[in-house]
């Protein structure tokens, strides 16, 4: 069978660099590439649009699409011979350009299979089931939910015969059987192959001023756990993960990163867990193989990790074994707003961490989110003066989003969200709330309080933060953010030249 994998263009919001247009890699594609590429009688094919032209960009209503459409590659041979579509939902942001692709596979292939794999193992994904009305009106056969890896073989074996063969609990169809009932199985102890990057354009990325966590001249994305096992209101993962957390063994870790880097030439890992340390001692352990073996890497947690895991006597471990960043996620210094995103977060114990950490050369990033339903006035002042503490004990960077209702998150369930339109792009900058300029401006006086305190505080740490930024030698990731907006709005640039230049272009059959 030829099964071509694609991961779609991303989506920049216009005007928006703070939730959105992050070059997220598709790790979850590149796994199961590598995991089909070890069964036997398959050909695959790699479609990564945004990697393959990061310098294209298409204008739509709200926000620009970023890489190549599909359209361009509908006479390849990845796209001509393909038996089964495999499109990779690696964002919420980038949904209607599924959709899309979907709809143009099914006019230019219409025989062929199309299924959507869910995104289980980021924040910025979405629970593809709350989306399936949609999906199947665009010509979608089946969502592949949570982990497909265990029955991989009964989900090739009802597409072949879908009339006969019932479809497998973990994927939806659009007329299940009336017993069918949609189950996401979570494999504990599932071992899985190494990522195939060498099917990805990897040099692409790397080509980029800017990446998710502090920018390197070459680096890999890692995942070394699945899941995590808190329920947030405001969070998808409790429902794509059924509140499970997976860990890797620290060997199995070690192991992959020797041969990344030996491979790849690479020796920073942006990890991208969900919650790397839920279980602190297998960190530990990984630490301290990374320095009995020399292996000479460095690594950063760039998706966050809960504060709490992380004992402070162990960061002179953590630095000693290459750790360079750390980010963690109080959300709110109300304690009564955390209690109602429904998870909880020691506020000294992420001050004494800052602390440690800035003595051993360890960069850190805390995350605030805004505009929670239950969020008062009295509660953000509480954040402003948390954050203030946090400058104080040392904190390199902030982060502050703005809370969205991504499908398969409580709050979007219960609707707790206010959206004065559904056509606008839903980031963590949704500017698609009824309360967009009051949840902004929270934003905005949080960033206003960072910057005052750090130069009040700290002028020296933030002055050498600018000339990194300006020589392109990032440390925390809002270094990355000044050659970003360069890179991009000359790309925009570029784009309206084209576009006065050459007003014609070809459309893919689902555009007329």
């Known amino acids: 069978m030829q099964i071509t994998l694609v991961s779609p263009r991303i989506a920049i919001q216009k005007g928006d660099f703070l939730g959105s247009g992050i070059p997220y890699w598709p790790v979850e594609l590149a796994i199961l590439a590598a995991f089909l590429r070890e069964q036997e009688n398959n050909k695959i094919f790699v479609l990564d649009l945004f990697g393959t032209s990061p310098t294209t960009v298409e204008e739509k209503a709200d926000y620009y699409l970023q890489g190549k459409p599909f359209y361009d590659f509908i006479e390849e041979e990845a796209v001509t011979d393909a038996d089964l579509f495999i499109l990779y939902a690696i964002s919420y942001m980038s949904h209607k350009e599924l959709l899309s692709i979907a709809k143009c596979i099914r006019r230019v292939k219409p025989n062929a299979k199309i299924c959507i794999l869910e995104n289980s193992q980021a924040v910025t994904g979405y629970a593809l089931p709350e989306k399936s009305d949609e999906f199947f009106r665009y010509g979608v056969d089946a969502l592949l939910c949570g982990d497909v890896y265990w029955n991989w073989n009964e989900i090739i074996a009802y597409f072949k015969n879908p009339k006969e063969i019932t479809p497998p609990e973990n994927i939806l169809v659009s007329n299940p059987p009336k017993t069918h009932s949609l189950h996401r199985k979570i494999e504990k102890n599932i071992r899985l192959p190494i990522p195939a990057w060498e099917l990805f354009p990897i040099k692409n990325y790397w080509s980029l001023p800017y990446s998710h966590g502090p920018k390197t001249k070459k680096y890999l994305p ?39 880097r030996d491979k790849y030439g690479v020796r920073h890992f942006q990890i991208e867990d969900l919650n790397p340390t839920v279980n602190g001692s297998r960190w530990e352990e990984i630490c301290k193989l990374l320095i009995e073996k020399d292996v000479g890497i460095f690594f950063y947690f760039a998706s966050g990790t809960k504060a709490e895991t992380i004992k402070l006597d162990k960061i002179p471990e953590y630095a000693k074994g290459g750790c360079r960043y750390i980010s963690i996620s109080p959300e709110s210094g109300s304690p009564s707003v955390i209690s109602q995103m429904g998870k909880s977060f020691d506020h000294a114990h992420g001050l004494k961490l800052i602390e440690a950490c800035n003595k051993y050369g360890i960069y850190t990033q805390t995350c605030f989110l805004v505009g929670h339903p239950s969020e008062k006035p009295e509660d953000h002042k509480l954040s402003c003066d948390y954050l203030r503490s946090l400058v104080n004990a040392g904190l390199d960077e902030v982060a502050v989003f703005i809370i969205a209702p991504f499908p398969g998150s409580l709050l979007y369930k219960e609707n707790e969200i206010e959206m004065s339109s559904s056509k606008l792009l839903t980031s963590f900058s949704p500017r698609g709330r009824k309360d967009w300029d009051k949840v902004m401006q929270k934003r905005r006086e949080l960033i206003k309080i960072f910057f005052i305190e750090k130069l009040k505080k700290k002028p020296l740490s933030l002055f050498l933060q600018g000339i990194r930024a300006l020589l392109g030698i990032p440390s925390t990731k809002m270094e990355n953010l000044p050659r970003r907006i360069l890179f991009v709005y000359f790309l925009l640039l570029k784009h309206k030249l084209n576009c006065i230049l050459y007003p014609k272009r070809r459309k893919c059959p689902s555009e007329f």
């Open 222 to 260: 890692m995942l070394t756990s699945r899941g995590c096992p808190y329920s947030c209101d405001f969070c998808i993962i409790s429902e794509t993960n059924s509140k499970k957390w997976r860990a890797r063994t620290p060997q199995e870790v070690v192991n992959e990163i020797i041969i990344l």
